[in-house]
Structures are given as structure tokens and as C-alpha cells.
């Protein structure tokens, strides 16, 4: 009896974390005329969300303002600076690349891919916590390179070079989502905008301007 308990127990410990593993984070994907891309992770046991642009990296908001990324605006079009959580910077003790990239948010680490890693990876986001990014490098083709290639356990697709032209290097799928464009069959005008979302593994936020 006391076996089975035990054998109990441990399955509902493995089921209590793997729910907690698949609900730890919510990717955001902004949607423009287009383009598709994750603009940033949302960490729902610390409700802190980082933001992220197209190219993998995080954005530096203090030091520029927020720009057209961002998914919380105000009315200048900027996140309010006020409600940023309390964030480290790599510094001169660092390596050269690292100086100046955010080291931590609210606790949270980050790491990026660094000098020892492939060119069209450096300066990359490696890791957020416990989730790791990885990127298509120099053994995938030219319209893939550098681009996401996973977020933790979720998985992302792109148009390549056996595709129609307009839709080339244009993200196809993340996780269960996927993303239609328009296409030379459709017409003139609308070829190569973004047609529409299905699927529930990110929250997808649109917005008109092309990026």
C-alpha cells in the first residue's frame, strides 16, 4: 500500500511540474501587414514580460525608448520607463560583447551567444531563465540563417528557397501556429501580406505598420 502511494505521489509531482513547465511562459507574436514574428516572452510566474525584436535579441528600452516592438504603449508610443522591473547590465568586467546587454530582469538571468559561438550567432539571446533559444547557423539555408529556430520547447518554421519567392524567409509556423500569406495566385496588391493566424500556442498581437 505504501508502494503505491508512493508510485502516486511521484506521478502527480511529474504531472504538477509538467503542467507548470508548459504554462512557466506565453510568446507574443505581432503581426503586421507583412511579417510575423515573436516580439516578446511572457513570464507568467513572475508576470514579467522581455522584449524581444525580430533578429533574437533583447530590446535595450532604457536607452532609446520602446519603439514599435512593444505590445504595452503609451501615448507617445513609448512603455512607461516607470514600470520597468529592476534590471543589470553586463559591464567593463565582461567580455567585450556582453558589455552593455542586460544581464538580468527581476531576478531573471539572460545569457547570449558569445565569440566562441558561430558570427551569425553572437550577441543572440541564449537563454531567459530556464528557456533556451536556439537559431539556424551557417548549415542552413541563406534566407534561414540566424533566424529562431526554437524557444524552449516550441519549434519555429520558415518559407525557404523551394517556396514562392514572396514569401521567402517569412515565418511559417511556431508551435501549432501558423501563419497564410497572400501569394502570386491571389493577386497583385495583397502578395506576400500576411493572410491569417491559426492556432492557440502564442497570443498574437497585430498591428498595421509593415516592420
Same mark, same amino acid.
Given at each position: 500500500?505504501?508502494?503505491?502511494?508512493?508510485?502516486?505521489?511521484?506521478?502527480?509531482?511529474?504531472?504538477? %511540474?509538467?503542467?507548470?513547465?508548459?504554462?512557466?511562459?506565453?510568446?507574443?507574436?505581432?503581426? /503586421?501587414?507583412?511579417n510575423? =514574428?515573436?516580439?516578446?516572452?511572457? %513570464?507568467?510566474?513572475?508576470?514579467?514580460?522581455?522584449?524581444?525584436? *525580430?533578429?533574437?535579441?533583447?530590446?535595450?528600452?532604457?536607452?532609446?525608448? %520602446?519603439?514599435?516592438y512593444?505590445?504595452?504603449?503609451?501615448?507617445?508610443?513609448?512603455?512607461?520607463?516607470?514600470?520597468? *522591473?529592476? /534590471?543589470?547590465?553586463?559591464?567593463?568586467?565582461?567580455?567585450?560583447?556582453?558589455?552593455? !546587454?542586460?544581464?538580468?530582469?527581476?531576478?531573471?538571468?539572460?545569457?547570449?551567444?558569445?565569440?566562441?559561438?558561430?558570427?551569425?550567432?553572437?550577441?543572440?539571446?541564449?537563454?531567459?531563465?530556464?528557456?533556451? #533559444?536556439?537559431?539556424?547557423?551557417?548549415?542552413d539555408?541563406?534566407?534561414l540563417?540566424?533566424?529562431?529556430?526554437?524557444?524552449?520547447?516550441?519549434?519555429?518554421?520558415?518559407?525557404? $528557397? %523551394?517556396? =514562392?519567392?514572396?514569401?521567402?524567409?517569412?515565418?511559417?509556423?511556431?508551435?501549432?501556429? !501558423?501563419?497564410?500569406?497572400?501569394? $502570386? #495566385?491571389?493577386?497583385?496588391?495583397?502578395?506576400?501580406?500576411?493572410?491569417?493566424?491559426s492556432?492557440?500556442?502564442?497570443?498574437?498581437?497585430?498591428?498595421? $505598420?509593415d516592420?
Open positions: 500500500m505504501l508502494f503505491k502511494r508512493t508510485i502516486l505521489t511521484l506521478l502527480l509531482s511529474a504531472l504538477s %511540474f509538467s503542467s507548470f513547465a508548459q504554462d512557466d511562459f506565453k510568446l507574443n507574436l505581432r503581426v /503586421t501587414n507583412r510575423a =514574428y515573436v516580439s516578446s516572452i511572457h %513570464f507568467n510566474s513572475r508576470n514579467l514580460t522581455v522584449y524581444l525584436d *525580430p533578429r533574437g535579441h533583447v530590446l535595450q528600452a532604457y536607452e532609446g525608448g %520602446f519603439n514599435d512593444y505590445d504595452t504603449l503609451n501615448d507617445e508610443g513609448k512603455v512607461n520607463v516607470d514600470s520597468l *522591473p529592476e /534590471t543589470k547590465y553586463y559591464d567593463r568586467f565582461d567580455s567585450a560583447e556582453l558589455q552593455g !546587454k542586460i544581464k538580468s530582469m527581476a531576478g531573471l538571468s539572460i545569457t547570449y551567444y558569445d565569440r566562441f559561438d558561430f558570427k551569425e550567432l553572437q550577441g543572440k539571446i541564449k537563454s531567459i531563465g530556464n528557456v533556451n #533559444f536556439t537559431y539556424y547557423d551557417r548549415f539555408y541563406d534566407e540563417r540566424g533566424k529562431i529556430k526554437s524557444i524552449g520547447a516550441i519549434n519555429l518554421s520558415y518559407h525557404n $528557397r %523551394f517556396d =514562392y519567392d514572396e514569401l521567402k524567409g517569412k515565418l511559417k509556423q511556431i508551435g501549432n501556429t !501558423k501563419i497564410a500569406y497572400y501569394d $502570386r #495566385f491571389d493577386g497583385g496588391f495583397e502578395k506576400g501580406r500576411v493572410k491569417n493566424v492556432g492557440g500556442t502564442v497570443n498574437v498581437i497585430w498591428r498595421n $505598420r516592420l
